[in-house]
């Protein structure tokens, strides 16, 4: 069964910073495509980054390009988001995602499994 558990979550100040973490188990994690996805209140979820097996392809929404920063460390079977420069407007809960499709169609939906959450509320 697979597990992905989000950590890194909380409340910030506008222009903070904020290291999310998933930690994932019951899957082989080094050929995982995985993914951020994010759901604000009232809105539906949406894409926010992804990665591919291996690492060598990163894919961003627009919203987040050039502030966030997706990374994996297979070694310790973690995906990261580092995120940088928050405004209130990313205030959401951010979910981790797997896929076993390739990374450049995660955004579409391809999802395999998901974490259960964690909320990230940034202040103006």
């Known amino acids: 069964q697979v597990q992905l558990v989000e950590s890194g979550g909380g409340l910030v100040q506008a222009g903070g910073s904020l290291r999310l973490s998933c930690t994932a188990s019951?899957?082989?994690?080094?050929?995982?495509?995985m993914g951020w996805f994010r759901q604000a209140p009232g809105k539906e979820r949406e894409f926010v980054a992804t990665i591919s097996s291996g690492g060598a392809y990163t894919y961003y929404t627009s919203s987040v390009k050039g502030r966030f920063t997706i990374s994996r460390d297979d070694a310790k079977d973690t995906l990261y988001l580092q995120m940088n420069s928050l405004k209130p407007e990313d205030t959401a809960v951010y979910y981790c995602?797997?896929?076993?499709?390739?990374?450049?169609?995660?955004?579409?939906?391809?999802?395999?499994?998901w974490g259960q959450g964690t909320q990230v509320t940034v202040s103006s």
């Open positions: 019951g899957l082989t994690f080094s050929s995982a495509t």
């Open positions: 995602a797997a896929s076993l499709s390739p990374a450049q169609f995660m955004r579409f939906g391809k999802i395999d499994s």
